[in-house]
């Protein structure tokens, strides 16, 4: 298992490193908006509101917004996958370091798996 | 209290060339402010974990239809949910701006022929593209553009 790992390392830290830099930003723009301006009441949810089913159906089903919910699903999983492992090893964790780093990993592949497979059915 | 770090936690299947010294925990762990940050930085690795498939299940629920949409952005004015989403903002925010210092220093010194830009260039391109993509990201589903 510790041999497959080493050589899925360099795609996991791939995703990873991409989970932290564009995972991180967009998902701030995201959550000032669901976070800061939507219970605020700033944005709206209305029929003809910029949050309306509508509007957002339009704007997620495009190529280019497709792609965006794809990073901003998949990238933080691996992130965060990754970055759990490593809490493991650091707290003592490290002689059961490849079943949890495969339990993780499998984790953050389904999600994306998932996550490709919802902004299909857009 | 945490267990001593396993020697082999990281080494390769096979021995290197190179000889190193195994790895080990500073005297400090945990409690020294540096091991404490970087702690921290490793635990927003279980909200980003979180986040990642709540936004799943929202992606999800665009694709099931008006009733499941709405009923999904009303539950996020619940307290707990924003809670959870300011929590994330602000772990959101610490990851960037750690990342963003680190990423400069771990640059190569140079690719073939090409030498990176000077380390404050990079940090200032990186804040500029972080504060521009998430303007651009509010404006759009805050309706201000694409309306």
């Known amino acids: 298992m510790k041999a497959l790992l080493l050589r899925l390392e360099p795609l996991i830290w791939l995703l990873f490193g991409q989970g932290i830099l564009i995972g991180t930003i967009l998902l701030t723009g995201w959550l000032l908006v669901v976070g800061v301006l939507l219970p605020l009441g700033i944005v709206g949810t209305g029929a ?12 997620a089903s495009t190529p280019v917004g497709r792609l965006v919910i794809l990073a901003l699903v998949a990238l933080p999983l691996w992130k965060g996958a990754h970055h759990i492992r490593h809490l493991f090893i650091d707290h003592g964790g490290a002689d ?16 994306s798996l998932a996550a490709i497979v919802a902004v299909i059915r857009l | 209290m945490s267990r001593a770090a396993h020697p082999d936690a990281m080494s390769p299947a ?3 060339r190179t000889r190193t010294a195994p790895p080990q925990k ?4 945990p409690s020294h402010p540096r091991m404490r940050v970087y702690t921290l930085f490793g635990w927003t690795g279980v909200l980003y974990l979180l986040i990642g498939f709540g936004l ?3 992606a999800w629920s665009l694709g099931q239809g008006e009733v499941v949409w709405d009923a999904k952005l009303a539950s996020f004015s619940h307290p707990a949910y924003v809670a959870f989403h300011l929590l994330c903002l602000v772990s959101v925010v610490f990851v960037a701006v750690r990342f963003f210092r680190l990423f400069p220093k771990s640059q190569p010194a140079r690719i073939g022929p090409a030498k990176p830009p000077p380390r404050p260039v990079i940090l200032a391109g990186l804040y500029a593209v972080w504060l ?3 303007a651009l990201f509010v404006a759009i589903l805050s309706g201000a553009i694409f309306s």
């Open chain 1, 48 to 59: 003809d509101e910029a949050l309306s089913y509508r509007r957002i159906y339009l704007l």
């Open chain 1, 96 to 111: 059961h370091d490849a079943p949890i780093a495969l339990s993780l990993y499998a984790i953050a592949t389904a999600g």
């Open chain 2, 14 to 16: 096979e021995p290197g």
């Open chain 2, 26 to 29: 500073p005297a400090s762990w």
């Open chain 2, 56 to 58: 799943l299940e929202t």
């Open chain 2, 132 to 134: 521009g993509v998430t």
